[in-house]
């Protein structure tokens, strides 16, 4: 096994990464920005590196820097995380060349599922159902006007490079469509450098069903089930669950099967999640993440699977030990965003953590990146922690999360804490069979 990995990233994911290397015997190296040097990921790691300035593009996404630390601290694998340069094809094909293991797929694949219009071409060749749309990149918006006339009203256009909910938009006629294009366009190009965009059909209340998949480097590839990540804002996740209260084991079953057989054709490896849309009894591949999730402990919790110890494993080049072995979901889990912002405005409140006290008692996991005393910094993402609780069923994991939102304190900043509450006690949630809308409609009720 590796003997030291270096985690090119911060927050609980590096010390989420952190944790499962120790419990192999790994030694762990931190990369860490000046603003960075009191954060919980390099207290926790072995060694650590400074590794530039405050803003991301001198620091975390700097390459040149991160393949230097781990070149003077003799790391032999680099775990990138979610984020940052996790899905750079460009970054792990260095750190190949430079002699490291990238823990994550091969860089082709992590180039052809970055664009959404190659991966929904690609994917649909592997026997994946897709969104009736443009299938492929629109010639401006009078091109994008007449794909909606013949797909009918309403559409969504998105940036091929997109990620992070940005560069879409939603039109429900012509009018629409044509404001919308342009500024969504505008705003790929600003955060992506690449303009393209494409066209789809906009499903009005659908739930986001994504298959957790792993693969190693001898051929065998598994399915971990789903996780329904409908209740979302603004296009980004804020709560998910494992199992999906909706979905039938014959349902998980045929879509399960269906990501294996297109990544056995594919040769992927490592950890990867299957997108899809789900309307009316059918899905519709979205997009594919070539990276772990930020929602993946909800997948440990029913498995009982470390998918972080799993994706170092594969890497190693050992072979998965539950190649052949079909699971089965265990109880149900459920995760809450814990964001450092107002729970009504949604703008970011970093600073100072003054009282800190985290829930605790059977079936409770918080990954985190905040201490007692810690200053989040103003550089980076908004989410400091995740809340996961696991029960025998649904409702008991309900009743846990509601019981843990009420234990956790977080002071000296505003959290959506007080928005999870709300959730936990919404018909929506409790019913099961929320869509991605609903989160939109529950926070307008509370307001
Ligand atoms: P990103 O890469 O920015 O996360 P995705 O393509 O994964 O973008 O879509 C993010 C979310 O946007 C989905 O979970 C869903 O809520 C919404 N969405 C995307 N495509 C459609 C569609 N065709 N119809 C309805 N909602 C959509």
Redesign the pocket.
């Known amino acids: 096994m590796f003997k030291k990995i270096l985690i090119a990233n911060r927050g609980e994911i590096a010390a989420r990464i952190h944790r499962a290397c120790r419990d192999m015997g790994i030694q762990t190296v931190a990369v860490h920005s000046t603003a960075d040097a009191d954060a919980i990921h390099v207290k926790m790691a072995n060694e650590s590196v400074c590794i530039g300035d405050k803003y991301p593009k001198d620091s975390y996404l700097n390459m040149a820097a991160v393949l230097s630390a781990a070149e003077i601290t003799n790391a032999e694998a680099i775990h990138p995380g979610y984020g940052f340069l996790s899905e750079n094809a460009k970054f792990a094909k260095m750190v190949k060349e430079a002699g490291f293991e990238f823990i994550g797929p091969n860089p082709e694949h992590i180039e052809l599922m970055g664009d959404?219009i190659t991966a929904i071409k690609y994917v649909q060749e592997l026997g994946l159902p897709t969104?009736p749309g443009s299938n492929g990149g629109v010639d401006g918006v009078e091109h994008a006007c007449r794909i909606a006339e013949e797909i009918g009203y309403p559409v969504?256009a998105?940036a091929t490079a997109?990620?992070?909910?940005?560069?879409?938009t939603?039109a429900f006629n012509e009018a629409e469509l044509r404001s919308g294009f342009k500024i969504a366009q505008t705003e790929a190009k600003n955060g992506f450098g690449d303009d393209t965009m494409f066209v789809?059909?906009?499903?009005?209340k659908?739930k986001?069903i994504e298959i957790q998949v792993l693969g190693d480097k001898h051929g065998n590839v598994i399915h971990l089930g789903e996780r329904d990540?409908?209740l979302?804002r603004r296009?980004?996740?804020v709560v998910e669950e494992a199992p999906s209260a909706v979905l039938s084991a014959a349902q998980r079953d045929e879509l399960g099967e269906l990501c294996v057989k297109a990544c056995e054709k594919m040769g992927y490896i490592g950890a990867g999640t299957f997108?899809f849309?789900f309307e009316d009894d059918r899905f519709?591949f979205?997009?594919m993440n070539t990276r772990i999730q930020v929602e993946h402990p909800v997948t440990e919790l029913i498995n009982g699977v470390d998918l972080i110890a799993e994706q170092i494993k594969v890497a190693y080049g050992e072979e998965l030990e539950l190649k052949g072995i079909k699971l089965r979901p265990r109880g149900h889990s459920i995760e809450c965003r814990i964001n450092a912002e107002d729970p009504k405005t949604f703008m970011p409140s970093p600073g100072k953590v003054t009282d800190y006290f985290t829930p605790g008692g059977l079936g409770i996991r918080v990954d985190s990146a905040l201490y007692p005393e810690y200053t989040i910094p103003v550089y980076y993402d908004s989410m400091v922690a995740k809340l996961i609780v696991h029960g025998a069923n649904r409702e008991q994991a309900i009743a846990r999360m509601k019981r843990a939102l009420e234990e956790f304190v977080i002071g000296g900043i505003k959290t959506n804490i007080p928005l999870h509450r709300k959730i936990m006690e919404s018909e929506e949630f409790i019913s099961g069979k929320y869509s991605?809308k609903d989160l939109e409609d529950i926070i307008k009720r509370v307001k």
Not at 200 to 204: P, V
């Open positions: 959404k969104i969504i998105k997109g990620g992070g909910g940005r560069g879409m939603i789809e059909k906009f499903l009005q659908p986001h990540c409908s979302q296009h980004q996740k997108e849309l519709y979205i997009e991605v």
